[in-house]
């Protein structure tokens, strides 16, 4: 089976600082795969490259048949690619109905002229557009909140309309930023759950970069972990918790807590 997802050599610098260093790795369909290391391992810098927002010294990102290196930022969405982020982008005085309804915009425009003078395209695509919100908003149990200014709900719902307007671009590869930051431990619990669901059901392969490694040996595939820019080991969550070069990497608190 051909992977989803094939980073090879991945370098990136910043001047005389190497963030990246020829990192590689693949990521199978319907797989969830962790990325873990501790602050400053380049999870971000990887993240980054893979989102267009820095382009890399060195090295080639593929999905599917795409080189993501071809494929500007604003392009992604319409490759596949989906994301949330480690802290909260979303437009706190919008309804969370009107946040998710944002991530359809690609997927169903209907053309300037029609938009200009909402004509039927423009019409059948609105319609198709509060279909598949509403589809989202129940499948994440948002539904109850649609119409709430998204600024007054809980931290674990806010994020849940963060990857519901993820979800609703139908991505094919989802990439989760910390998803489980600020998390109280109901709501990653959930989260997991979630997780699990999102590949099981639905067949999402995802790359999920966090620092919980609670959640990340529950829910990951495989996992690869970082260290000043270099990749030091990549396995199963059995083989990964015993690495003697991970648990010296993490101190072998958090690993051993997992």
């Known amino acids: 089976m051909a992977a989803h997802l094939s980073i090879r050599d991945l370098t990136c610098r910043f001047g005389g600082l190497t963030a990246l260093d020829h990192v590689s790795f693949d990521v199978m369909p319907g797989t969830v795969m962790g990325l873990i290391g501790p602050n400053g391992a380049g999870k971000s810098t990887l993240l980054n490259c893979l989102c267009r927002i820095y382009q890399p010294s060195e090295g080639s990102i593929r999905f599917e048949d795409a080189d993501l290196l071809q494929t500007r930022a604003h392009d ?14 979303l437009f706190g005085e919008m309804t969370v109905r009107d946040n998710v309804l944002v991530g359809c915009d690609f997927r169903l425009g209907a053309g300037f002229w029609s938009d200009l003078v909402r004509g039927p395209k423009t019409r059948r695509a609105e319609r198709q557009a509060t279909e598949l919100v509403e589809r989202e908003l129940e499948a994440l149990r948002l539904a109850h909140c649609a119409d709430s200014i998204v600024s007054t709900l809980s931290f674990g719902e806010q994020k849940r309309v963060e990857l519901a307007r993820a979800l609703v671009a139908a991505p094919r590869l ?3 930023d910390e998803p489980a930051a600020g998390a109280n431990p109901s709501e990653t619990e959930q989260l997991g759950r979630l997780i699990r669901h999102l590949r099981d059901a639905r067949g999402l392969t995802i ?52």
């Open 76 to 89: 992604l969405c319409r490759a596949g690619v989906g994301r949330t982020f480690q802290n909260l982008e």
């Open 174 to 176: 989802l990439l989760l």
């Open 207 to 258: 790359l999920l970069i966090e620092h919980d490694m609670s959640l990340v040996m529950d829910v990951s595939d495989e996992i690869v972990v970082l260290n000043h820019g270099q990749k030091i080991a990549q396995g199963t969550p059995a083989e990964i918790g015993t690495n003697p070069d991970v648990i010296e990497a993490y101190l072998g608190e958090d690993l051993e807590d997992a």
